[in-house]
């Protein structure tokens, strides 16, 4: 990314809006703390209980955000980003709903001005820890940029632009507008850099932390995400077995789906869950056989 003109507006001197991009990821933590009772993965491996899929999980959030930084990069090969664009709020009670609002009438005006405009956006707090910041702790937005319609978006307009309309909507004048030279590094970025445990939503904080309009995927993001999965799952696979990519795939391919059984927990002394004769995830006879032979054999080891 390079900024607008190379110089930097006086107001936004006092310290970047973004932070050293080169930091490390939050290692995220083995196993999920909030897995689900009741219920179980069953997989050819075992049993597994569900995770919570939280992104202020420490082990989910990680892993979710991993899945959307490839989610990014496959669309962007296909339809890349042009550009970044940064927002800021200035009032700490600015909710979900009104960054909402008035980031409707920005991307409106955009439209107005420009044809087309889609856009993926990541939603954070600032940290509240800096010498100006009172303590309070800020809702900011980052967003990927398509203009599908202008090619030729000239970027110190755009600037202009952007933080006439942010400032009549929202009282806040810093904003960020970069044109992208690397769009894969700038979605790493977006998608990783910036889900740090310091910068999630607050406790209580109720919206949506990925805001990507309508037409910014090239199409249907259900079936990126699914190729996210299998591939990061892949990747794991050949990570654990010192085994190739190629056939880490093969074994993702090969392996059956998945399935979501209703159990009941086991009891003390028993480490296999007891499959529900009804309902979702109703296992057949020989199945239930079999898992009642492991529980006599972990309950004689017991």
Known sequence: MHSANGVLDPDLKRGPLVLDPQRSVTPTTKGCPERRLGLRIHTADGWYRPPCKRRTCPSCGPR?????????????????????????????????AEYRTASASLWKRLRRHHGCVEYF???????????????????????????????????????????????????????????LL??????????????????????????????????????PVAELREQARRELRAEAIAHKHGISLTLAHLEVDAAPPARIVHVHEPAAGHLIPIPRDRGPGRISREARESIARLQEEYAADV
């Not at 490839?70 to 970044?84: G, N, Q, W």
């Not at 910036?194 to 910068?199: S, T």
């Not at 949506?208 to 037409?215: A, Y």
């Open 182 to 219: 690397t769009p894969g590094a700038a979605i790493g970025y977006l998608a990783l850099h910036h889900r740090k445990p310091g910068q999630a939503p607050p406790e209580g904080w109720r919206g949506m932390v990925s805001r990507p309009s309508k037409g910014y995927f090239h199409r």
């Open 64 to 96: 979710r955000n991993r899945e959307d930084a490839r989610v990014l990069i496959r669309d962007a090969e296909v339809d890349s980003p042009t550009h970044c664009i940064t927002l800021t709020t200035v009032d700490p009670a600015t909710t979900s």
């Open 121 to 179: 956006g990541a939603i954070e707090f600032t940290t509240g820890t800096a010498a100006r910041s009172g303590g309070y702790r800020r809702l900011h937005g980052h967003h990927l940029v398509k203009f599908r319609d202008d090619v030729d978006v000239d970027v110190l307009d755009l600037e202009a632009l952007t933080r006439e309309t942010w400032q009549t909507v929202t009282g806040a004048h810093r904003i960020e507008v970069a044109k």
